[in-house]
């Protein structure tokens, strides 16, 4: 067992295993991204921490309850139309069959724009009202709890709104609220937990996080990278053997 041990054999020892161990942190990394879990859970956390300025909100954020606080952008409001107050209802069970017809009132989603003290913005979806009436938008400062949802033109978004121009997604994006607030916006929105007087309450589309199907490129990788940390076993255990069989050769020829 000494001969194993040799200092000059212990840099070979120290490479195989920093490979062996990235190889296999790569393969739960893929692992876990063809689970859709590019982020761990999240608890307790701040908005800051639950929506990051990223390309999409975090799937482990999705429907979580949190509070910021700002000032309201009056001229940046956006009015989402068709929609019914209970939001759960866009949702697509099968996204492989097209919905057709609806069984729910349609009416408005108000949607503020709420700047934060960091110069960042956050649509803020304040409540729903049927009719033609419309709300005014909200001005001065407040502080907002509600439920987070993810922009609707994320990939993982499944939604059917009915317009009075056909079947057609009108979809309440980041880029609408960037494109209104002209300054840099947290992906998504926040579905008010209390309406503003004179709307009712909206339902979130999402109360958790999105179910993602798995994902069998990155099925693909992980296993690949087994693989890798299974090579890289083989061949250190074939290059140790080899050098201390050749050294007991030489000792032997010396001899």
Not at 49 to 59: A, K, Q, V
Not at 110 to 117: E, G, N, T
Not at 119 to 129: A, C, E, F, H, L
């Amino acid at each position: 067992m000494r001969r194993y041990l040799e200092p000059r054999l212990l840099g070979l020892h120290l490479g195989a295993l920093i490979a062996i161990v990235t190889c296999v942190a790569l393969a739960n990394w893929q692992w876990e991204r063809a689970h859709g879990q590019n982020v761990p859970s999240v608890s307790n956390a701040s908005f800051a921490e639950l929506s990051p300025l990223r390309d999409f909100l975090p799937r482990s954020s999705i429907g979580v309850k949190t509070t910021v606080t700002g000032t309201w952008l009056p001229k940046a409001q956006i009015i989402a139309q068709e929609r019914p107050q209970d939001g759960r209802k866009l949702i697509i069970a099968n996204p492989g069959e097209p919905r057709h017809g609806i069984d729910y009132e349609l009416g408005r989603w108000f949607v503020d724009v709420l700047k934060l003290d960091d110069g960042s913005v956050i649509g803020v979806v304040r409540g729903w009202r049927a009719g033609g009436q419309l709300a005014k938008p909200s001005t001065g400062r407040a502080t907002v709890t509600g439920y987070l949802q993810p922009s609707e033109d994320s990939p993982d978004v499944n939604i059917f709104i009915k317009s009075t121009g056909g079947d057609v997604p009108l979809a309440l994006t980041t880029t609408q609220i960037v494109e209104r607030a002209g300054l840099t916006a947290h992906d998504g929105y926040l579905v008010q937990a209390t309406a503003s007087p004179g709307l009712k309450p909206v339902t979130p589309i999402y109360s958790s996080a999105i179910k993602i199907n798995l994902q069998w490129q990155n099925v693909l990788y992980t296993f690949n990278w087994i693989v890798f940390a299974v090579i890289v076993g083989f061949m250190w255990i074939r290059v140790v053997q080899d050098e201390t069989e050749n050294k007991v050769l030489g000792a032997d020829v010396a001899q």
